[in-house]
């Protein structure tokens, strides 16, 4: 398993290029303190939802990830979204959140795995974070 410590999230969110952002959407549960972390750094608004696919033990519970929260959001037309989880492997969970939000102009970040911004791309392994 591989540490990463807030420092080290701290010092990739400051050298990415990050896009113009007007909303930040965490996925939660696992995305929720990434999703606060990115947002903070962009200084904009955070909303989350929470979708259900992986037990505590990593293994999928659906053959489909599910919606477990999807919040009221005032209107999202013409808003820039950042759409942030922690780890994307299969790319489910992002592609059924991105399906609840279809016709948005929406970009993908994750701290490890599959997306449009990845904080680590190069971590192939498990990783412990420092908010476990």
């Not at 994307?88 to 959140?97: I, N, Q």
Request: proline share 7%; with cysteine; charged share 20%.
């Amino acid at each position: 398993m591989v540490p990463v410590l807030f420092s080290e999230i701290s010092a990739r969110l400051r050298s990415l290029s990050l896009p113009e952002t007007d909303l930040v959407i965490g996925i939660g549960t696992g995305g929720i303190v990434p999703a606060s972390l990115v947002a903070f750094h962009l200084g904009c608004e955070l909303q989350v939802i929470t979708l259900n696919y992986r037990d505590e033990n990593n293994t999928p519970r659906y053959e489909n990830p599910v919606v477990v929260n999807m919040p009221e959001m005032p209107s999202l037309q013409g808003k820039r979204i950042l759409l942030v989880d922690d780890v994307s492997v299969s790319g489910k969970t992002l592609h059924e959140a991105l399906f609840h939000f279809q016709g948005l102009q929406i970009r993908t970040l994750t701290m490890k795995g599959k997306a449009d911004y990845v904080l680590f791309p190069e971590i192939q392994d498990c990783v412990k974070w420092p908010w476990k």
